[in-house]
Every structure is written in structure tokens, then in C-alpha cells.
């Protein structure tokens, strides 16, 4: 069974910093696409960071920077660092990846990924 396990969310200050960790099983991270897409309040989801099989990363130009997407292929695992941290990247947090068969193609934040987590929040005061 595919799942994605997102956690390290929670609230920091203004110019800190945190690490989500998505926990995956039933696939590999190091052969898949993956991405942190994030969704504040009455806003739509925007694409944070994705890694491509390969290693190839994009990074929305509001996070380039300040937040480093990676994985660790022993652990099964991508992170999404996060520093110097500002209000507006107050938003849940989503991990999704992009497998070959099965999951849901329509969800709510994108059409390009096919698995999801359930988010953590973020929150960043000022």
C-alpha cells in the first residue's frame, strides 16, 4: 500500500527555521517524482519544490533560497528544509509523489501528482 506520511510542521518565529519529513512506503523515493506543494487559508495550493527521478529540482521563485528540498534513499524519506522563514509561507504543507499506477489524479492542489499525504501546518508569526 502507497502512502505519505508528512510531519515536522508546527509554529516558529519569523526567520526561523523547520524540516518536514515525508515518510513514504510502498514505493521508492529515489526512482519517483516528488514535490511539496503548500495551501494557505482561503488561497489555492501553490508548488513549492519538486525532485525529479534524477535528481532534478524546481523551486517556486517565493522559496528559492531559503528551502532546499532533498531525500535520504536508505531512509525512504523527503525533507523540505525551510530557513529564514516569513508569515506568508503560513500554509499547510503537502507532500505528493508521481507513481505509474493507481491513486488520484484529481486532487484538489494538482493534476500532476497521484499520491498525497494529509499535510502538516506550518505557521510563522511575525
Known amino acids: 500500500e502507497v502512502r505519505l506520511v508528512e510531519s515536522g510542521g508546527g509554529s516558529v518565529q519569523a526567520g526561523g527555521s523547520l524540516r518536514l519529513t515525508c515518510t513514504v512506503s510502498?514505493?521508492?523515493?529515489?526512482?519517483?517524482?516528488m514535490g511539496w506543494y503548500r495551501q494557505a487559508q482561503g488561497s489555492e495550493c501553490e508548488l513549492v519544490s519538486d525532485i525529479m527521478d534524477g535528481g532534478s529540482a524546481y523551486y517556486a521563485d517565493s522559496v528559492k533560497g531559503r528551502f532546499t528540498i532533498s531525500q535520504d534513499n536508505a531512509k525512504n524519506t523527503l525533507y523540505l528544509q525551510m530557513n529564514s522563514l516569513k508569515p506568508e509561507d503560513t500554509a499547510v504543507y503537502y507532500c505528493?509523489?508521481?507513481?505509474?499506477?493507481?491513486?488520484?489524479?484529481?486532487?484538489?492542489?494538482?493534476?500532476?501528482?497521484?499520491?498525497w499525504g494529509q499535510g502538516t501546518q506550518v505557521t510563522v508569526s511575525s
Open positions: 510502498g514505493f521508492t523515493v529515489d526512482d519517483s517524482d
Open positions: 505528493a509523489a508521481r507513481l505509474p499506477v493507481g491513486g488520484n489524479w484529481r486532487h484538489p492542489c494538482s493534476l500532476e501528482f497521484n499520491y
